[in-house]
């Protein structure tokens, strides 16, 4: 069964919009399995952005030093080219996902930081004009209470506490045609950390540090209804300093709601609502993606241990769930308040 159209990008785009998800590798290029063509049908048909969950992080390009292997990536380019897609670069350094033998060999902390600025001049040389945006930086953030600004980890070491900054600078140059972007988690709410965030954004934008997007992961675990206006009030802050505002890796976990199937599914799609919600009254909230498309592939119930979790707006089967309906509903309606082009 095919979902209503308009399509969820046909309404986006309309009002300038970009509505995304990441992409399994497997399901979207292999089709060896009804399952995929099924998948790769949805992937094409309702989005205008795909980002990779995996295939273009550190270790999955990179399967010995010096030796970058970009064909998985490059099929994800290459399907996002067939229908008219953008493509969104995730990631650039991170924490997590480096390659083994970063780890493993013995390797002096300033021949780690050459791995790490061959990375970001491969990617952009490889993509720098195909892609329209790069998650440069991912998670570099503590987070509190832990004090500090920075986590600790093998970029920090390596590369010491400007790291960030050089790195976009570093992106900037080798591809100056990219949008790019911090990413980071719990900075949505205006919480803790998003105090930190943008403590360390204004000071970046203050330098003019190449950074031109603020990407809010948004990754929803406990089931409670947000409060609408200080998602705006806190992604309003941010746009203010002349930075387009991403939602990049929404989903919203029904683990913990109580009640039957149906009610935790009604209540999921009014978090789903009042986010979209918020992020609509922002003039500058350019794209929003979910991390997934369908509860099928999802990393949600290997992450949260809950095995009948089930975050996404499309179940197993493809269906539209109660929180596709208020997502199309909203975009519907998108286009009538705020022209984002
Ligand atoms: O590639 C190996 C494979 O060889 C092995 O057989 C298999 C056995 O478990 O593991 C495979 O690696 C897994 C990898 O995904 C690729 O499938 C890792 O175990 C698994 O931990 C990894 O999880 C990914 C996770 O990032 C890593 O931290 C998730 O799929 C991915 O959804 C998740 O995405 C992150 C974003 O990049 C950043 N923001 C948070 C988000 C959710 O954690």
Redesign the pocket.
């Known amino acids: 069964m095919s979902l209503a159209t308009p399509h969820l990008r046909e309404l986006a785009d309309r009002s300038g919009l970009l509505i995304g998800t990441?992409v399994s590798a497997n399901p979207l290029l292999k089709s060896d399995a009804s399952v995929y063509q099924q998948y790769q049908r949805v992937a094409a048909e309702q989005f205008n952005i795909l980002t990779a969950?995996?295939a273009m992080?550190f270790a999955l390009v990179a399967p010995a030093p010096d030796v970058y292997d970009w064909t998985v990536a490059d099929a994800i380019f290459e399907f996002a080219r067939k229908h008219h897609q953008k493509v969104r670069y995730?990631?650039g350094l991170?924490y997590?996902?480096t390659p083994a033998w970063l780890n493993t060999q013995a390797m002096s902390l300033s021949q780690i930081a050459q791995t790490g600025w061959a990375f970001i001049e491969q990617t952009g040389r490889r993509y720098g004009e195909t892609m329209y945006c790069w998650d440069v930086v991912?998670?570099a953030l503590n987070d509190p209470p832990d004090a500090g600004l920075w986590r600790d980890c093998i970029w920090l070491q390596a590369l010491g506490p400007d790291y960030v900054a050089q790195a976009f600078k570093l992106a900037h140059k080798v591809a100056p045609k990219a949008l790019l972007v911090y990413n980071d988690?719990k900075t949505t709410f205006g919480e803790v950390k998003a105090d930190r965030q943008y403590d360390m954004v204004r000071g970046l934008v203050d330098r003019g540090v190449p950074l031109h997007a603020v990407g809010f992961?948004t990754?929803l675990y406990d089931g409670q209804i947000p409060d609408g206006n200080a998602i705006t009030a806190n992604l309003s802050r941010f746009a203010q300093l002349g930075l387009d505002i991403h939602i990049t890796?929404l989903d919203v976990a029904i683990g913990k709601m109580e009640g039957t199937l149906e009610k935790r599914l009604e209540r999921q799609a009014r978090i789903y609502q009042v986010v979209l919600e918020a992020c609509l009254r922002v003039p500058r909230f350019k794209v929003l993606q979910t991390?997934g498309f369908t509860d099928r592939y999802s990393?949600l119930p290997r992450?949260l241990k809950y095995p009948d979790e089930a975050g996404l707006y499309l179940d197993a089967d493809f269906q539209p769930k109660p929180a596709y309906r208020a997502i199309h509903k909203l975009l519907s309606k998108a286009g009538a308040t705020v022209d984002r082009r």
């Open positions: 990441c969950e995996n992080k995730h990631t991170w997590m996902q991912n998670e988690y992961q990754h890796e991390w990393w992450f």
